[in-house]
């Protein structure tokens, strides 16, 4: 009996919030409409889109923004997305620094702020920087705390299954197996996602940035880490055991340097800020010396970046190996799941002509239809900002693309 009332009571509700997310997404994606053009972009009848919009409006998800052009007769209200109708907390989670950012409905900035953190502090420690981070934020930005639907935390690599908890973390290992999700949520009240920050950045990539309308491509991480998110068929690619776009773990020199994951020459140890450090360091030259000092951090990339551009050999032989490795490795990949777009989310991403180009070239040499295919090497049009807008998408995404699964999202309260 319950079953049956269940069953028949959801279904126009479903139906309601498919329809909703229908116009949220037109909107979102093609920009203001009005009523009229609504309509026609959906199928559904004059009055249901009424109905709809009005509800969004009543919502406050929706806003009229005054009249658009007329065809003939009288100037049409449009719509658009109302920013403050909804907010989310995107973190992004990184061996170095914490930042947090509130993002609002059409994924605007509100309010940001970064905490610089050291994984030796341990899980509690960083647990307080990542709690007080959030505060700050939200009273900077001033919003209505109840419009703010969740909290969603990019993190390096791999995640539980559940998505609660960060399973491995070579560089953040003290937050390994920890309970982030469930503390977070019990401190904030409000739900918690936590997500790889390669696919983070990926998925903002394809619904904010220059993957738009790019079924399948690869967003490669290059940091103090080395990762990818791969999306395929228009969905992100998660794997069996989530491990999926894991590069930075691929061996491909077994007598190379040691990698933090207690294995021996990771793709990363070639490729990731400290292998590039620690390359231009081996012989440094005068200039190098003096941008970077007699020892630079292992992930002070800026110092060895300057160089480079002013042509000291050894910081510019230091950024190619690392593009050769990675370009070879790319190659390799492209030759398994053939695919054309490649983004690098990276600072090194500026630098096109002495290392884009070099990926670009070494990744031909060995991607076996390279000459048939040419293959595009990218820079993210988003940089770091894409792992906090990215957990943001993960956040308000139900009122955009409603499914069965995420059709029971709740309208913000007043
Ligand atoms: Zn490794």
């Given at each position: 009996?319950?079953?049956?009332?269940?069953?028949?009571?959801?279904?126009?509700?479903?139906?309601?919030?498919?329809?909703?997310?229908l116009?949220?997404?037109?909107?979102?994606?093609?920009?203001?409409?009005?009523?009229?053009?609504?309509?026609?972009?959906?199928?559904?009848?004059?009055?249901?889109?009424?109905?709809?919009?009005?509800g969004?409006?009543?919502?406050?998800?929706?806003?009229?923004?005054?009249?658009?052009?007329?065809?003939?007769?009288?100037?049409?209200?449009?719509?658009?997305?109302?920013?403050?109708?909804?907010?989310?907390?995107?973190?992004?989670?990184?061996p170095?620094?914490?930042?947090?950012?509130?993002?609002?409905?059409?994924?605007?900035?509100?309010?940001?702020?970064?905490?610089?953190?050291?994984?030796?502090?341990?899980?509690?420690?960083?647990?307080?920087?990542?709690?007080?981070?959030?505060?700050?934020?939200?009273?900077?930005?001033?919003?209505?705390?109840?419009?703010?639907?969740?909290?969603?935390?990019?993190?390096?690599?791999?995640?539980?299954?559940?998505?609660?908890?960060?399973?491995?973390?070579?560089?953040?290992?003290?937050?390994?197996?920890?309970?982030?999700?469930?503390?977070?949520?019990?401190?904030?009240?409000?739900?918690?996602?936590?997500?790889?920050?390669a696919?983070?950045?990926?998925?903002?990539?394809?619904?904010?940035?220059?993957?738009?309308?790019?079924?399948?491509?690869?967003?490669?991480?290059?940091d103090?880490?080395?990762?990818?998110?791969?999306?395929?068929n228009?969905?992100?690619?998660?794997?069996v055991?989530?491990?999926?776009?894991?590069?930075?773990?691929?061996?491909?020199?077994?007598?190379?340097?040691?990698?933090?994951?207690?294995?021996?020459?990771?793709?990363?140890?070639?490729?990731?800020?400290?292998?590039?450090?620690?390359?231009?360091?081996?012989?440094?030259?005068?200039?190098?010396?003096?941008?970077?000092?007699?020892?630079?951090?292992?992930?002070?990339?800026?110092?060895?970046?300057?160089?480079?551009?002013?042509?000291?050999?050894?910081?510019?032989?230091?950024?190619?190996?690392?593009?050769r490795?990675?370009?070879?490795?790319?190659?390799?990949?492209?030759?398994?799941?053939?695919?054309?777009?490649?983004?690098?989310?990276?600072?090194?991403?500026?630098?096109?002509?002495?290392?884009?180009?070099?990926?670009?070239?070494?990744?031909?040499?060995?991607?076996?239809?390279?000459?048939?295919?040419?293959?595009?090497?990218?820079?993210?049009?988003?940089?770091?900002?894409?792992?906090?807008?990215?957990?943001?998408?993960?956040?308000?995404?139900?009122?955009?693309?409603?499914?069965p699964?995420?059709?029971?999202?709740?309208?913000?309260?007043?």
């Amino acid at each position: 009996m319950e079953n049956k009332t269940t069953a028949s009571g959801s279904r126009p509700r479903l139906l309601k919030q498919l329809n909703r997310a229908l116009v949220m997404r037109i909107i979102r994606e093609q920009g203001p409409k009005s009523r009229a053009e609504l309509a026609r972009s959906t199928g559904l009848s004059d009055p249901a889109v009424l109905k709809i919009v009005g509800g969004l409006i009543n919502d406050r998800l929706l806003q009229e923004i005054g009249e658009g052009d007329s065809t003939g007769g009288r100037k049409p209200v449009m719509l658009d997305i109302n920013p403050n109708g909804a907010f989310a907390v995107g973190v992004d989670l990184t061996p170095e620094y914490i930042r947090a950012a509130v993002v609002r409905l059409d994924f605007s900035i509100a309010a940001e702020a970064a905490v610089s953190i050291d994984p030796a502090e341990g899980y509690t420690a960083i647990l307080e920087h990542m709690r007080l981070l959030i505060e700050q934020v939200i009273r900077e930005s001033h919003v209505n705390p109840h419009r703010i639907m969740g909290i969603g935390v990019a993190h390096p690599g791999v995640m539980s299954e559940q998505a609660d908890r960060i399973l491995l973390a070579s560089n953040l290992s003290s937050l390994e197996n920890m309970p982030l999700a469930k503390d977070l949520e019990r401190h904030f009240q409000l739900p918690v996602i936590l997500e790889v920050d390669a696919r983070a950045s990926a998925l903002a990539e394809m619904w904010l940035g220059d993957a738009r309308g790019i079924a399948n491509f690869l967003s490669v991480d290059i940091d103090v880490g080395l990762g990818s998110g791969l999306v395929l068929n228009g969905h992100i690619y998660r794997g069996v055991n989530g491990m999926a776009g894991e590069i930075g773990h691929m061996v491909v020199e077994p007598q190379g340097p040691d990698c933090a994951c207690g294995k021996k020459g990771c793709l990363e140890t070639l490729v990731a800020f400290p292998a590039i450090v620690r390359e231009a360091m081996r012989s440094p030259g005068p200039m190098l010396q003096a941008y970077c000092g007699e020892q630079a951090s292992p992930v002070d990339i800026d110092c060895i970046i300057e160089a480079a551009q002013k042509g000291d050999a050894s910081a510019v032989e230091s950024l190619r190996r690392s593009a050769r490795a990675l370009g070879m490795a790319l190659g390799n990949l492209l030759n398994v799941i053939d695919i054309s777009t490649i983004f690098i989310n990276s600072k090194l991403a500026a630098l096109d002509e002495l290392y884009l180009q070099e990926i670009r070239s070494t990744l031909s040499h060995y991607f076996l239809l390279a000459n048939e295919m040419p293959i595009q090497v990218r820079p993210s049009s988003l940089g770091r900002k894409g792992e906090i807008l990215g957990m943001a998408v993960l956040v308000m995404r139900p009122f955009f693309q409603a499914d069965p699964e995420s059709a029971s999202i709740n309208t913000p309260s007043n």
